[in-house]
């Protein structure tokens, strides 16, 4: 089933305790929608960029299944930028710079041919502009998940508390659900967000994996991969929620049985995406090295206890 | 299989966000004692206590087969004595007081029955005692656990490397692991602590569960429960360790896939624990109650996906 991916695409520069890197491509759908494709060719994706932006790029895209018809190309204007630095434990960062340059006038606009699409997921943007997405389906998605930061909730709580009421599945982190919710306790901080009138949520917890709550008292956890080395986390979070809703909307299944296994499928490719800079890993990963992944969560995770 | 249970008991003072106790039984080894009496009845806790020791508490351990032979009263002394208060996350906590009394000059002496037991528990103590009791042992145990803390890495490094040379598992929390090996991430630290001689080792990460490793490469991870409410975390690693080695003593199986039983059952041990004060909800625990816990972790970790 067709699955819209809004966003940003950007240009990124990193520095890790590895290296750094010059301007390369970033943004949040870009990741979604590079994870996405690893189970679905029914991708449009919409966002914005200057014409700076490299065309061999999007046709790279377009190849992996994902259309861009809903990329909005801005002649005379620069993409979106952001650089970054992380800290030593890998598990904090520094923003160096910011230039949101096309994406301050960002007015994303669904093709026609997508506004009847069975699954959204609404990358991390101002919670206006996430409902303006919605507002433009004609009919209600199967599934809308959404991410969100905790700068909309300094500046912008009411309107994005009404967007979480709008969807179905919020991916946040922990410190954003503690935030969000004002508790400390996740398990509580769960039911006070479910309460705003999304029934699921995905709590990340980075390198301690995720935890996926629904508003009937139904908990599961997925660990992260022990990794020997984190070279850069960039991207790792909208990895995992396009893989997450990627395998959602290949397999036409929303119970809670089959996100836990699209949790899993989340957790593998971005346990990848974490290996190298960017998205270069996430460009060159076969269905057979994902597959050989997910059998290490399955091993990582498993064991048998017969209770009398 | 009968278990040698090595390490203090002692009072305790503590304060939570939620509370103050006077002072209340506590002590590693009458949590790990509690914990793994749970699933056998011929443990040994060796251990000393003043006078000032209730012997009532002494005879409730006795009623639950926890022998007291190896427990050394002493007369006209005090015993050991700790005060903490938990800061507000109950992730961190400050010593208050500290009253070594008895422990000054605790000289463990294994009852002659025991020293052939197959299962050694080596709760924190200065790792020469550690070694005092391996070398009592008449023949090799089938598997010999221990615990340490970050303060006899400060001062007593060689030594501790030696003993950890001398048993089969090392159950040590994250920060821990990273000060033992130099290394932070713990994939890279597992494998190092494991050259220093034992086979297996378990990383308490606290709240973001734990992690089995062995020599051959092989990883198992157990989450902890998400709890609404942690009340006091006293004694929490303790009673998971109690958990572990007595699930594994009372079923005769020291294999891999059984250590990964035994962690969840641990774990559930210690998410009773923190429910209430001390030892108090460890006293009043029920099979049914236990079974009913470990079926959680069940449902919180397990999915299904069939690979190709």
């Given at each position: 089933m067709s699955l819209v991916v809004v966003g940003t695409?950007?240009?990124?520069?990193?520095?890790?305790?590895?290296?750094?890197t010059d301007k390369i491509i970033g943004g949040a759908a870009t990741y979604i929608g590079l994870a996405a494709s690893n189970f679905s060719n029914k991708i449009q994706l919409v966002s914005t960029v200057g014409d700076d932006f490299p065309t061999p790029y999007i046709e790279s895209l377009n190849k992996r299944g994902i259309r861009t018809d809903g990329l909005q190309v801005h002649k005379g204007q620069k993409s979106f930028f952001w650089s970054g630095r992380y800290h030593n434990?890998?598990?904090s960062r520094d923003t160096l710079e910011t230039e949101l340059n096309v994406l301050a006038d960002f007015n994303p606009v669904v093709p026609e041919e997508d506004r009847s699409a069975d699954f959204v997921m609404l990358g991390n943007l101002?919670?206006?502009?996430?409902?303006?997405?919605?507002e433009q389906m004609t009919k209600r998605p199967k599934l809308i998940a959404m991410d969100t930061m905790n700068f909309?909730?300094?500046i912008a709580m009411d309107e994005l508390k009404e967007v979480i009421?709008?969807?179905?599945?919020?991916?946040?982190n922990d410190e954003e659900a503690r935030q969000l919710s004002g508790d400390y306790s996740l398990v509580s901080a769960a039911r006070k967000i479910m309460a705003l009138g999304c029934p699921y949520l995905i709590i990340k917890k980075g390198e301690h994996g995720a935890l996926l709550f629904n508003n009937e008292n139904e908990v599961f956890?997925?660990?992260a991969l022990?990794?020997?080395e984190v070279f850069d986390p960039t991207g790792a979070g909208d990895t995992f929620a396009g893989g997450f809703i990627g395998f959602l909307a290949s397999t036409h299944d929303i119970s809670f049985e089959n996100m836990k296994r699209a949790i899993i499928y989340g957790s593998a490719l971005a346990s990848f995406c974490v290996e190298k800079f960017g998205t270069e890993r996430l460009e060159s990963l076969t269905q057979d090295e994902i597959d050989r992944r997910v059998q290490e969560f399955v091993n990582l995770v498993q064991f048998e206890i017969s209770l009398s």
């Open positions: 695409v950007a240009f990124d520069a990193i520095e890790t305790p590895f290296g750094k434990d890998m598990n101002q919670p206006s502009v996430q409902k303006s997405v919605i909309w909730m300094d009421g709008m969807v179905d599945i919020l991916i946040i956890f997925a660990p022990p990794l020997e």
